[in-house]
Nanobody, 123 residues
Framework: QVQLVESGGGLVQAGGSLRLSCAAS????????MGWFRQAPGKEREFVAF????????SYTDAVKGRFTISRDNAKNTLYLQMNSLKPEDTAVYSC????????????????WGQGTQVTVSS
């Protein structure tokens, strides 16, 4: 088991920045590939970003490429999502997830989830 707790969400104006954190406890964080997902009201959960266990591979959905950066600090058992140039359409609950068992863009394959943190971008 691994427990995940997100933080860093909030209200920000369009064009602003936020950094989300996902603190992991339990089993060895560095063993797990990790992902960030988001879910807006009335919409399905969607993939945002992925990082391999070593940090050597990352991937992003097209909507956030060039604006968001996923990273991890395995010594601190923490996953990050730096979000710049935020847009109102980025408004959603953001969740981190660990250990995908299938294609990393598919949320159904992840074993562990955090509770989510709200990000609201005003225009």
């Amino acid at each position: 088991q691994v427990q995940l707790v997100e933080s860093g969400g909030g209200l920000v104006q369009a064009g602003g920045s936020l950094r989300l954190s996902c603190a992991a406890s339990g089993r060895t964080f560095s063993n797990y590939d990790m992902g960030w997902f988001r879910q807006a009201p009335g919409k399905e959960r969607e993939f945002v970003a992925f990082i391999s266990w070593s940090g050597g591979y990352t991937s992003y959905t097209d909507a956030v490429k060039g604006r968001f950066t996923i990273s991890r600090d395995n010594a601190k058992n923490t996953l990050y999502l730096q979000m710049n140039s935020l847009k109102p359409e980025d408004t959603a609950v953001y969740s981190c997830a660990a250990n995908p068992k299938r294609a990393y863009r598919d949320p159904r394959g992840y074993d562990y989830w955090g509770q989510g943190t709200q990000v609201t971008v005003s225009s």
